[in-house]
T-cell receptor, first 111, second 116 residues
Framework: GENVEQHPSTLSVQEGDSAVIKCTYS??????FPWYKQELGKRPQLIID?????GEKKDQRIAVTLNKTAKHFSLHITETQPEDSAVYFC??????????FGRGTSLIVHP | GAGVSQSPSNKVTEKGKDVELRCDPI?????LYWYRQRLGQGLEFLIY????????KSGLPSDRFSAERTGESVSTLTIQRTQQEDSAVYLC??????????????FGEGSRLTVL
């Protein structure tokens, strides 16, 4: 199947702390793993993505790691800021080529 | 265009009525997707169009749901005989290519449907 499990559903941190969101998938054909951020009342927007030929990708305070053997990938946000507060969705593209999304993680960063 | 455009942004309808939602993708994007997002939930795939290929309708929840796309432009999602459980935000997204080359999805602002 192409389901993706995302945890936690809610994550509350203090400003400056790190946040980690994890996703697991089952489709061994998956080769593209994007992360989207959805602010309240706004559209989801891509923040970072990784393809299966690399294990880690970093963009300033955001990084994504991929373990293809274990079939899981994670989003890491360092030095969190209040504007990082949003819902984050992991997704993957499997054999059907249709991006499948996780249920989302609501990140709350307390000033 | 500047981005994916959806209309209406909000629609309130009575149970049993039909509704039509419209999506204008980014010009030149061959792939178009419809997703449904219930309150506090994830994105549930509905239907996928890629170029002139037959659409992938595997996510449509019932035969009350249908969608069309004219070439590589506008798409409409139609819900017949609406039910209260159809209440959700319907998100449209487009990407430059589909299939194995699928990359970033660009989402519209969504159409919020409320069925009374």
């Amino acid at each position: 199947g192409e389901n993706v499990e995302q945890h936690p559903s809610t994550l509350s941190v203090q400003e400056g702390d790190s946040a980690v969101i994890k996703c697991t998938y089952s489709d061994s054909a998956s080769n593209y793993f994007p992360w989207y951020k959805q602010e309240l009342g706004k559209r989801p927007q891509l923040i970072i993505d990784i393809r299966s030929n690399v294990g880690e990708k970093k963009d300033q305070r955001i990084a994504v790691t991929l373990n293809k053997t274990a079939k899981h990938f994670s989003l890491h946000i360092t030095e969190t800021q209040p504007e990082d507060s949003a819902v984050y969705f992991c997704a993957h593209r499997g054999g059907s080529y249709i991006p499948t999304f996780g249920r989302g993680t609501s990140l709350i960063v307390h000033p | 265009g500047a981005g994916v455009s959806q209309s209406p942004s909000n629609k309130v309808t009575e149970k049993g009525k039909d509704v039509e939602l419209r999506c204008d993708p980014i010009s030149g994007h061959t792939a178009l997707y419809w997703y449904r997002q219930r309150l506090g939930q994830g994105l549930e795939f509905l239907i996928y169009f890629q170029g002139n290929s037959a659409p992938d309708k595997s996510g449509l929840p019932s035969d009350r749901f249908s969608a069309e796309r004219t070439g590589e432009s506008v798409s409409t999602l139609t819900i017949q005989r609406t039910q209260q459980e159809d209440s959700a935000v319907y998100l449209c997204a487009s990407s430059l290519t589909g299939g194995a080359g699928t990359g970033e999805l660009f989402f519209g602002e969504g159409s919020r449907l409320t069925v009374l």
